[in-house]
């Protein structure tokens, strides 16, 4: 729009710009450029359908989306700028026509200019300290680069599980179940501690000559549901992940090459008792608990019962069953003791301070828990003995 523009001016920069030969020589331009500078002189807004009615009445189609005013608008608009560039470049009124618009404007060479020399003032203040502005990126990508390193390191005995693309074995230990048949002619389910797989049923039965025959299914106390959250948040959070297997379905083929996790009670143990304290001097399974021998002295934690309480002791044995893995054994033969200590395991903080109590803050151990309490809220879990192995 003319905004108070002397129209005489105008009409002399459009007299001496339709003599130049990008308009002299298109009368379809020069008509649309006169078109413009009389519209925008009688502040007048035009649109698409009023150029193409006006000025295109046979090729212009509103209805079917004809592309004839967009397009003479796109080459008048890279008319108009190569004239400013060259020829026109000395003159003082300037014609604009702003992208995606139809009406035409005009603006002062002098205005251009100071617009011009303000970007180019910012542009050059940030250009000074390029070099010093590449320098600290650089420095602030190296630190963020080292403190992301420091909070991903996988924490204590865990290095081998949070490695990439590890294969990751959780072994949950449960009850071998079978169906007698008893006195009153009926199967029944039920449980026998001196049965925890189908070798133990056979060796049973021939024994006692009991009528026994195999379940579909076995038993898993609460500990299971427990453990099994809390060690699938711990990988989570880790970004890994691993396979999940109960100890009576256990292979020995299964844990060969994987780093294996075993949670639950040594009284269900079938295969992972050959493994379990396998390396151990000092432990040894001693009834519902262990038996500790250090300098020939003799001790043994036993689970204890009273009125407002219960002890029991849980032992956590970190090993390795394979070159270049590692091995977790969880073990109680109650559920307070397996959860108890698995929460410990699973705490960054509290693993930290755990590392510190070895000599060889790598190494293998073995580390029996007294642990109390009837509640799983309301547990303590006390470090009472540890074995370093070699």
């Not at 698409?48 to 004839?68: C, M, P």
């Not at 603006?107 to 011009?116: A, D, G, P």
């Not at 390191?153 to 009850?175: C, G, R, T, Y």
């Not at 044995?317 to 397996?338: C, E, M, Q, R, W």
Request: one cysteine or more; glycine letters at 4%; aromatic letters at 14%.
């Amino acid at each position: 729009m003319s905004k108070g523009i002397d129209p005489i001016v105008v009409q002399e920069a459009l007299q001496r710009m339709s003599k130049h030969p990008l308009f002299i020589n298109s009368s379809v331009y020069s008509r649309l450029l006169a078109y413009l500078v009389e519209k925008a002189l009688k502040n007048e807004e035009v649109k698409e359908f009023t150029i193409g009615a006006d000025l295109f009445q046979k090729n212009y189609n509103y209805d079917k989306n004809d592309g004839t005013v967009r397009s003479h608008m796109y080459n008048l608009r890279k008319k108009l700028a190569e004239y400013y560039q060259k020829e026109g470049a000395s003159e003082l009124l300037i014609f604009t026509i702003s992208k995606g618009q139809y009406n035409l404007d005009f603006i002062w060479r002098e205005t251009v200019t100071k617009q011009q020399l303000s970007r180019e003032r910012v542009i050059r203040v940030p250009i000074s300290y390029i070099r010093w502005g590449v320098l600290v990126t650089i420095i602030l990508l190296v630190v963020f680069w080292g403190v992301k390193q420091y909070w991903n390191q996988p924490p204590p005995f865990w290095e081998a599980f949070f490695k990439p693309n590890q294969k990751n074995l959780v072994v949950i230990s449960d009850q071998y179940v079978v169906h007698e048949k008893l006195a009153d002619g009926n199967w029944h389910t039920v449980l026998y501690g001196d049965i925890n797989n189908n070798e133990d049923l056979i060796d049973y039965t021939t024994k006692t000559a009991r009528d026994l025959k195999i379940t579909d299914y076995t038993l898993m106390s609460k500990m299971a549901p427990y453990c099994v959250k809390n060690i699938s948040e711990w990988f989570l959070e880790h970004q890994q992940t691993f396979d999940l297997k109960l100890e009576s379905n256990l292979n020995y083929e299964d844990i060969r090459d994987v780093n294996l996790i075993f949670i639950g009670q040594f009284k269900t143990m079938n295969i992972s008792k050959n493994f379990f304290l396998k390396d151990s001097r000092d432990f040894r399974l001693y009834q519902d608990g262990f038996q500790y021998t250090k300098n020939g002295i003799q001790k043994i934690y036993d689970t204890q019962y009273n009125q407002s309480n219960r002890i029991e002791y849980a032992m956590v044995s970190y090993t390795s069953l394979s070159p270049g893995k590692s091995a977790f054994y969880f073990v109680s033969n109650n559920d307070i003791g397996v959860m108890a200590t698995l929460s410990k395991f699973t705490d960054k903080e509290w693993l930290k301070n755990f590392q510190k109590q070895l000599n060889n803050q790598d190494g293998h151990f073995n580390a029996l828990f007294e642990v109390s309490g009837l509640q799983r809220t309301e547990v303590s879990c006390k470090l009472v003995a540890l074995e370093e192995v070699k």
